[in-house]
């Protein structure tokens, strides 16, 4: 079935031109308005009125353009288009339109004037213009956005700036607290020991106090160094075979005298034949006696204190734990043990002293082990801290399994 020949049924097209709010003008070829139609309002009020009207006068848009229109008439352009013209309506509102010309041939196919289309895109205009007022809206927050970052970065360097700035001044002051410190101590021994002349019970007992105080100023000293060390990733470890035993006895023996101080006898539960650990040994008998410290610390007189160093469940790893049945540690402060300079409600009320560095460091040294450190505790039961180091050795570990709960 072919469409060919047939003109197209006018109810059809007015429908169309309604639909699509389309109208049109057609002129002669002295751009006289002869015929007009489609959707009323969209090119003038009263059709009547248009008719023998000049088009540019009928559509502004057109005035200057006179050169295209005769381009057209002449039939060198085929098409000529402006889009979002606007117009005010009757009723104060704003449409727009998008207007075409063409040729407007008789039916010898000659050009006999032109046919000018307007179209109402007020809808599609008003998404378009959304859309452009949307991306102008985003660039303007992507412009902001980026100088906030810019501010951040210089922030967060100025942050950075003055964090170094402190931990150089910490180190320093550190440094220079604990210079003076060596020789209070050296001397102070000297006389403990009497090595100048004997002591009254008085002198002693002062001397003791002075003593004790260059300890704990020595230990703050070396723990603020600690800190600003591993924040500034310094810390080198010296990894090598080293026998836990050995090294959880002389810890033991270090701080015997305090233990017995304070009457708190202390068991040591370590198998003979446990592997090797791989541990730098400063930093390993500074962990186990920061938590054998804490134990005696935390632990009123006369308490009990044990450290076991057994094979960890983890394979591959040796776990020493240290054990109290001292005040133990509210539930509520555990979750922030481990922060620097967090004391709990517990350490505060036994007048214990510190600065609340010991466990952050010691979390920080196991975990340059490779290890893991936790701990249980209940109030005023006691507390029991964990930390594993890696086995030296691991092809002595299938020899060493049964003796995991031998005791020496
Ligand atoms: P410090 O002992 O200098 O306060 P630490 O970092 O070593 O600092 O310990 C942090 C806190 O953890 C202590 O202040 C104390 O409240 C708590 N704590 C540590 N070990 C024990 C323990 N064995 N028993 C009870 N509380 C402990």
Redo the contacts with the bound molecule.
């Keep these: 079935m072919s469409f060919q020949g047939h003109a197209m049924d006018s109810t059809l097209s007015h429908l169309i031109l309604r639909n699509c709010e389309i109208a049109y003008a057609i002129t002669d070829d002295a751009l006289t308005v002869v015929e007009v139609g489609g959707e009323g309002d969209i090119l003038c009020n009263d059709h009547e009125v248009c008719l023998g009207q000049s088009l540019p006068d009928l559509v502004p848009e057109l005035v200057g353009l006179e050169d295209v229109l005769a381009d057209i008439l002449g039939g060198d352009l085929p098409r000529f288009e402006l889009a979002w013209a606007n117009r005010e309506t009757a009723d104060g509102q704003t449409i727009y339109l998008t207007l075409v010309e063409l040729p407007y041939r008789d039916r010898t196919g000659q050009i006999a004037g032109i046919l000018h289309v307007a179209q109402d895109v007020t809808e599609m205009g008003m998404v378009d213009r959304q859309l452009a007022q949307s991306r102008n809206e985003l660039r303007l927050l992507q412009d902001q956005l980026t100088r906030q970052n810019l501010e951040l970065a210089a922030a967060n360097a100025e942050l950075r700036r003055l964090d170094e700035l402190k931990s150089a001044f910490v180190s320093v002051a550190a440094h220079e607290l604990r210079t003076p410190l060596a020789p209070i101590r050296g001397y102070v021994e000297v006389l403990l020991d009497e090595e100048v002349g004997s002591l009254t019970g008085d002198q002693r007992e002062y001397l003791q106090i002075v003593e004790r105080s260059t300890r704990r100023l020595l230990t703050l000293t070396s723990n603020l160094l600690d800190v600003t060390r591993i924040e500034a990733g310094q810390v080198e470890l010296v990894l090598q075979s080293t026998d836990l035993h050995a090294l959880v006895e002389a810890v033991a023996a270090e701080y015997g005298p305090q233990l017995e101080g304070r009457a708190q006898p202390l068991t040591l539960r370590i198998p003979s034949d446990l592997p090797p650990a791989l541990c730098d040994e400063t930093r390993a008998a500074q962990i186990v006696g ?1 938590l054998l410290s ?2 005696s ?3 009123p007189r006369g308490g009990r204190i044990a450290v076991t160093v057994a094979l960890a469940e983890e394979d591959g790893f040796l776990e020493v734990s240290v054990a ?1 049945n ?4 509210p539930a509520n ?1 555990q979750p922030r ?1 481990f922060d620097r300079f ?3 409600q ?2 505060l009320l036994t007048g ?1 002293s ?7 460091i ?1 979390r920080s040294l196991i975990e340059l082990h490779g290890g893991r450190i936790w701990f249980e ?1 209940e109030l005023d039961k ?2 029991t ?1 964990h930390v594993t180091f890696p086995v030296a050795d691991e092809s002595a570990l299938t020899a060493i399994e049964p003796a995991r709960s031998a005791e020496t």
């Design positions: 920061n804490n134990a610390k935390y632990t109290d001292g005040v133990g540690i402060d043990l967090f004391r709990a517990t350490a214990a510190g600065a609340g560095l010991g466990l952050h010691t505790s006691g507390s801290f």
